[in-house]
């Protein structure tokens, strides 16, 4: 097989992705959580990328059995994605793309706005979704990646958090047009631990702009999901290890017994 692409991971986005490969022609190598990846790596040492689509909780434990061969061919699209989520395993250099479309089971997927992506792999992931119809745009340095890294977990640990505090159901849109207070509140906190996070400071202004350009993106689109409580909780033990106070997190936290 010429230069597959290995996809670990099976679940919507994995579909999403992998349609779009193999419409450019790429053959896959479905990784699965049952199969041994250095098994996998014997077999394909020199895959042309290696896409990990699997969810934020699985993201750790995947990164520390990754093949060394693997290593410099990486490709990463998790939520709430950071570079210290890839740099203590000596991953230097991944693709990686903060990707701003949704796929439900059951569903086709649906896009909020362009997905940026930035690495070497970049036109391989670019093509593949366009030719789906999902735009992306490639980004020029690893401090734009950064950023646009820290915006999209402002867009989703904000809606998230703050839909925990609102009525079930309750849609991004009404969040910012009728509870944009409590939005800002918590959207402050948020960039709070992101900024330790990085070990940076952003422009806050910069942020909250993107976020709300997420927000236009699908204005029906509803604030809480199922992750939302685990999401505030994680977003609380940062706050802990950092020594931030983040009084309106952890308000809500009581709020929901999280």
Same mark, same amino acid.
């Given at each position: 097989?010429?230069?597959?692409?290995?996809?670990?991971?099976?679940?919507?986005?994995?579909?999403?992705?992998?349609?779009?490969?193999?419409?450019?022609?790429?053959?896959?190598?479905?990784?699965?959580?049952?199969?041994?990846?250095?098994?996998?790596?014997?077999?394909?040492?020199?895959?042309?990328?290696?896409?990990?689509?699997?969810?934020?909780?699985?993201?750790?434990?995947?990164?520390?059995?990754?093949?060394?061969?693997?290593? *410099?061919?990486?490709?990463? +699209?998790?939520?709430?994605? !950071? &570079? %210290? /989520?890839?740099?203590?395993? $000596?991953?230097?250099?991944?693709?990686?793309?903060?990707?701003?479309?949704?796929?439900?089971?059951?569903?086709?997927?649906?896009?909020?706005?362009?997905?940026?992506?930035?690495?070497?792999?970049?036109?391989?992931?670019?093509?593949?979704?366009?030719?789906?119809?999902?735009?992306?745009?490639?980004?020029?340095?690893?401090?734009?990646?950064?950023?646009?890294?820290?915006?999209?977990?402002?867009?989703?640990?904000?809606?998230?958090?703050?839909?925990?505090?609102?009525?079930?159901?309750?849609?991004?849109?009404?969040?910012?047009?009728?509870?944009?207070?409590?939005?800002?509140?918590?959207?402050?906190?948020?960039? *709070?631990?992101?900024?330790? +996070?990085?070990?940076?400071? !952003? &422009? %806050? /202004?910069?942020?909250?702009? $993107?976020?709300?350009?997420?927000?236009?993106?699908?204005?029906?689109?509803?604030?809480?999901?199922?992750?939302?409580?685990?999401?505030?909780?994680?977003?609380?033990?940062?706050?802990?290890?950092?020594?931030?106070?983040?009084?309106?997190?952890?308000?809500?936290?009581?709020?929901?017994?999280?």
């Amino acid at each position: 097989m010429d230069h597959p692409v290995i996809v670990i991971g099976t679940g919507e986005m994995a579909g999403v992705f992998s349609r779009g490969l193999l419409r450019q022609g790429h053959p896959l190598v479905p990784v699965t959580r049952q199969m041994d990846m250095a098994q996998v790596a014997a077999a394909v040492p020199q895959p042309l990328l290696v896409l990990v689509t699997v969810g934020e909780d699985d993201l750790q434990p995947v990164l520390a059995k990754l093949p060394t061969a693997w290593r *410099d061919r990486l490709g990463l +699209l998790q939520n709430e994605l !950071l &570079p %210290r /989520d890839w740099q203590p395993h $000596g991953i230097d250099d991944p693709t990686v793309i903060a990707v701003w479309f949704e796929k439900k089971k059951g569903q086709d997927y649906k896009v909020l706005v362009p997905s940026p992506v930035y690495g070497p792999a970049a036109p391989i992931i670019e093509r593949a979704l366009e030719s789906l119809d999902i735009p992306v745009w490639e980004l020029g340095s690893s401090e734009e990646l950064t950023f646009e890294l820290v915006r999209k977990n402002v867009y989703i640990l904000t809606t998230n958090i703050a839909g925990l505090a609102l009525p079930a159901g309750t849609d991004v849109d009404a969040l910012w047009n009728q509870h944009q207070a409590l939005a800002r509140e918590v959207a402050d906190e948020v960039m *709070d631990i992101q900024f330790r +996070l990085i070990g940076a400071e !952003l &422009p %806050r /202004d910069r942020l909250i702009t $993107g976020m709300v350009e997420g927000i236009e993106g699908d204005l029906r689109h509803k604030c809480m999901g199922r992750s939302a409580p685990a999401r505030l909780a994680r977003a609380l033990q940062h706050a802990d290890q950092f020594g931030l106070a983040v009084p309106k997190l952890r308000e809500i936290a009581k709020l929901r017994k999280v």
